[in-house]
């Protein structure tokens, strides 16, 4: 029987597996209520530039230039980044078990995420991101965004590791499946309970309390 081959890497996304989305349809929704803006106006704008901001082609400033202070308002711009920054939540068991599996098996530990400069940069600081992850792959950084499967590409240029070496681990379907096609072993996360299990499957067990996949 062929031996597996062992994982040396962790390609991760941020929004939805370490912490909440950074700037989603239900924080804006949040943001539309509490400085009562229009909604339906505001996503129609939103979706119309979010692309570019997360490539890192334009500043928030600029972002919000287009979104929100497009006419004068009660409020400014600082007021309204501050907002958009305390939308964002961790996942403390998520980035716990990550920081075990990196301790435990020498992991290197690589972000694959489309996130835009300013808040990518809040995220990083916040929840300290800095002491888990060894380099980050960001659309902001690289001017490339999921599901362009480039971004993929350039990560593993960069990690200079085997694909087949590689578990990615990421919510949304789609780039599940991009990064599947490049070789990347991948595990869509829906929650810890079940990641756990999948990552116990390569080989990554979570310490003494590792749940293993029954499979």
């Not at 068991?93 to 301790?103: A, N, P, S, W, Y």
Request: charged letters at 25%; a positive charge.
């Amino acid at each position: 029987m062929k031996k597996a081959t062992a994982i040396t890497c962790l390609f991760l996304d941020i929004g939805g597996v370490l912490l909440t989305n950074g700037w989603d349809h239900h924080a804006r929704r949040r943001a539309a209520t509490n400085f009562k803006l229009q909604l339906a106006e505001m996503e129609d704008r939103h979706h119309l530039t979010f692309d570019t901001y997360e490539e890192g082609k334009i500043t928030i400033e600029e972002y919000l230039g287009r979104v929100v202070f497009y006419q004068k308002r009660p409020f400014n711009s600082a007021q309204f980044q501050k907002f958009m920054f305390a939308q964002s939540k961790p996942y403390p068991q998520m980035i716990e078990l990550v920081r075990q599996l990196k301790k435990r098996y020498g992991l290197k530990v690589v972000v694959v995420s489309n996130e835009a400069r300013e808040l990518n940069s809040h995220r990083i600081r916040k929840f300290k991101l800095g002491r888990l992850v060894d380099f980050f792959i960001s659309s902001c950084f690289v001017h490339l965004r999921k599901p362009d499967a480039d971004i993929f590409r350039v990560a593993l240029d960069i990690a200079q590791v085997p694909a087949n070496q590689i578990v990615y681990i990421e919510n949304t379907p789609m780039f599940v499946q991009i990064a599947e096609g490049l070789g990347i072993q991948s595990i869509l996360h829906k929650n810890y309970r079940s990641t756990c299990a999948k990552l116990a499957s390569f080989g990554l067990k979570n310490g003494d309390k590792a749940i293993h996949a029954t499979s």
